[in-house]
């Protein structure tokens, strides 16, 4: 599980910049290149279109939070229990069920 975490989190993390660096950049670029001959709206630096990105995502695309809904319907009881299943049979952990402390078990 160690070794896992050890190579899972500087991919999260180099996975973080590279969305954040291509996700500002495309905005800017998208921008640049529609506004200001369009409307005649000035040009965006590489931290505007960043914000810019960060306020669409607050006011369209929520910032979570939505519980177990996804896309408008509910999981079913056997959608989450087959989904709870196969994320502990891929990061190997063999909790139970019902149990009420969890068991990490290293292979």
Do not use: H
Request: aromatic content about 14%; proline content about 6%.
């Amino acid at each position: 599980m160690k070794r896992k975490l050890i190579f899972m989190i500087p991919i999260g993390i180099a996975a973080i910049i590279i969305f954040t660096f291509v996700g500002g950049t495309s905005v800017q670029l998208l921008w640049n290149w529609l506004m200001p001959p369009l409307f005649g709206w000035r040009e965006l630096t590489f931290w505007q279109a960043l914000g810019m990105l960060a306020l669409c995502r607050i006011l369209f695309g929520g910032v979570g939070g939505r519980g177990g809904r996804r896309y408008g319907r509910d999981w079913t009881p056997e959608e989450k229990a087959r989904f709870r299943t196969r994320i502990r049979e891929r990061w190997g952990w063999n909790r139970p069920e019902t149990g009420s402390s969890p068991e990490v078990t290293q292979q």
